[in-house]
């Protein structure tokens, strides 16, 4: 059974950076896609980035791009998510999910089937 544990949440001044790891156990990431989702309060859960297994290849939301990058190491077993240029709108818990599908990622939510239990990422003066 898949676990996916993240951690490097904080606080972090507007215009400051975090790397957000997603640590695996149980099998290896090697044939999963991982995605990136945030929850803020009052709202619904959103999909950030993704990354497919077969080559990499990622996708980012239209609000994070240029300013965050989704990687992965397959030899650590764990996705990164490095957050540039945070803002103020950022702040909310992240979660990392996994489904087994090799060529492409997606952000929908409802297609994921592995989760974790999320870290707060709060961006404020």
């Known amino acids: 059974q898949l676990q996916l544990v993240e951690s490097g949440g904080d606080l972090v001044q507007p215009g400051g950076s975090l790397r957000l790891s997603c640590a695996a156990s149980?099998?290896?990431?090697?044939?999963?896609?991982i995605g990136w989702f945030r929850q803020a309060p009052g709202k619904e859960r959103e999909g950030v980035s993704c990354?497919?297994?077969?080559?990499?290849?990622?996708y980012y939301d239209d609000s994070v791009k240029g300013r965050f990058t989704i990687s992965k190491d397959n030899a650590e077993n764990t996705v990164y998510l490095q957050m540039n240029s945070l803002k103020p709108d950022d702040t909310a818990v992240y979660y990392c999910?996994?489904?087994?599908?090799?060529?492409?990622?997606?952000?929908?939510?409802?297609?994921?089937?592995?989760w974790g239990q999320g870290t707060q990422v709060t961006v404020s003066s």
């Open positions: 149980g099998s290896t990431l090697k044939y999963y896609a």
């Open positions: 990354i497919s297994a077969h080559d990499g290849s990622a």
């Open positions: 999910a996994a489904v087994e599908r090799y060529y492409i990622c997606t952000a929908n939510a409802d297609e994921y089937d592995y």
